[in-house]
């Protein structure tokens, strides 16, 4: 995209910055033995407090990159309590100096939005706990609306369980169709149902309540109960890539 010309060195941003984890290869290693049953920590999980002491950013890491964002003319506004995030308010001006970026406006999709014209960058002794900065642009994601997708065969390489067609509704899965795609079948004939379960999905953006409703309703699988859980950060964005190919 071609800039209008430079974001407004006055314009307030809400920052998210992204901490690394610790320990990864640790972590690695425990999420595979929770998953298997010969393992002396199969489905033993841990406490937010206890996954934070093993592989969160050090209290010294949080200090080290508030520091620095104070340092910068940067207000740091909170902290998660799993010290991954670090959340903050500044001014583009401020902002381009602290991450050495340069911040443009771009007509994308009929409106004005800002977004970095280079990378940013942090000072060395910073590159191995900032993972992320999160708030450099507003590009929104916005709902997907009206759209049809036609049933078709899957042409994935996975042998498995080949499914065929898709037959719900708009070419989507049946409750049949996934549990067969997750190899349940089995679990649910001996008796593992999922009942008194419960289970997180991860979104990076919002989704339709209704939809939820519509496919209960549909298939016949009853009230369904479920909340939001909404956590801190920038606005959801366009990965790089869905940028560059607009």
């Known amino acids: ?6 974001t407004a060195k006055s314009n307030i941003l809400k920052l998210s910055i992204g901490l690394d984890l610790r320990n990864r290869n640790t972590l690695t290693a425990l999420l595979a033995a929770q998953e298997n049953p010969g393992s002396p920590y199969y489905h033993h999980y841990l406490t937010p407090s206890q996954f934070v002491s093993q592989f969160g950013p050090t209290q010294a890491t949080v200090n080290l990159v508030v520091q620095y964002l104070n340092s910068q003319n940067l207000t740091v506004t909170s ?35 800002y977004a970095p014209a280079n990378n940013p960058s942090v000072p060395d002794t910073l590159s191995d706990v900032i993972q992320s900065i999160g708030g450099l642009n507003n590009i929104q994601l916005l709902p997907l609306t009206g759209m049809h997708h036609t049933a078709r065969p899957l042409t994935g390489t996975s042998k498995r369980h080949p499914i065929g067609v898709l037959t719900g509704p708009g070419g989507g899965y049946t409750p049949t169709e996934l549990r067969t795609a997750y190899s349940v079948d089995s679990l649910i004939s001996a008796g593992s149902n999922g009942t008194g379960q419960s289970i997180g999905v991860f979104e990076l953006d919002g989704y339709q309540s209704s939809d939820i409703d519509q496919y209960r309703s549909y298939y016949n699988l009853g009230t369904g109960n479920y909340s939001n859980i909404l956590v801190d950060g920038p606005p ?11």
């Open 236 to 246: 959801p964005i366009l990965e790089v890539a869905q940028l560059r190919s607009s």
């Open 79 to 113: 902290v998660t309590p799993n010290h991954l995030f670090v959340n903050a308010t500044g001014t583009v001006g401020a902002t381009e100096k602290a991450f050495n970026v340069v911040l443009n406006d771009y007509n994308f999709h009929n409106r004005v939005i």
């Open 1 to 6: 995209m071609t800039p209008i010309h430079p």
